[in-house]
C-alpha cells in the first residue's frame, strides 16, 4: 500500500514537472522579441537592435504574431537610430505579415506599426527642388603670387 501511494506522488510530480517544462518553454519561445520589445520601449534602442540581430535566426521558426512585432519593434528601433533603409526593411516586413495575418498585431501595434510608417515616410523626403534664379556658393579664385602688371 506504501509503495502504491508513492509511486502516485511520483508520478503526479512528474507530470506537474514536465507540464512546467513545457509551459515555460512554450513562454520563453517569444522572448527574444519580448527582450528587444522592452529595450525599445525604455528607449535603449541601441540594445534592443543588438537583441534583435543576435535573435534574427529565431524567426524561422516563430509565429505570425512574433514575426509582426520582431518586425515591428526592429524597424522602430532602427527609425528611432536614424537608420532609414533598415526601418523601411523591417517595418514593411511587419505589414507583409499583418496583410497576411490580420490578427498578428494587437491595436496598440497596429498603430504603433502605423505611425511608424508615417514616420518613416517624413524622414526620408524627396531631395529638395532648385530653384534657376538661386545662386549657388563657388570657391574663392586663386591669388597670384606675383601681381601682374
Known sequence: MCSVAVTSRLRTGFLTLAASALLLASACGGRFVTRGTTLYESAHYVEAAEVFERTEARLANAS?????RFGLYRGATFLKLGDTAHATRW?????SVV???????GSDELA????SLKALGRASPAAPERKEDSEVATAPRAVDAAPTQ
Request: charged fraction near 35%; glycine fraction near 4%; hydrophobic fraction near 35%.
Open 99 to 105: 496583410k497576411s495575418d490580420p490578427d498578428a498585431l
Open 64 to 68: 505570425n504574431s512574433e514575426r509582426a
Open 91 to 95: 517595418l514593411g516586413y511587419s505589414r
Open 112 to 115: 504603433l506599426l502605423d505611425a
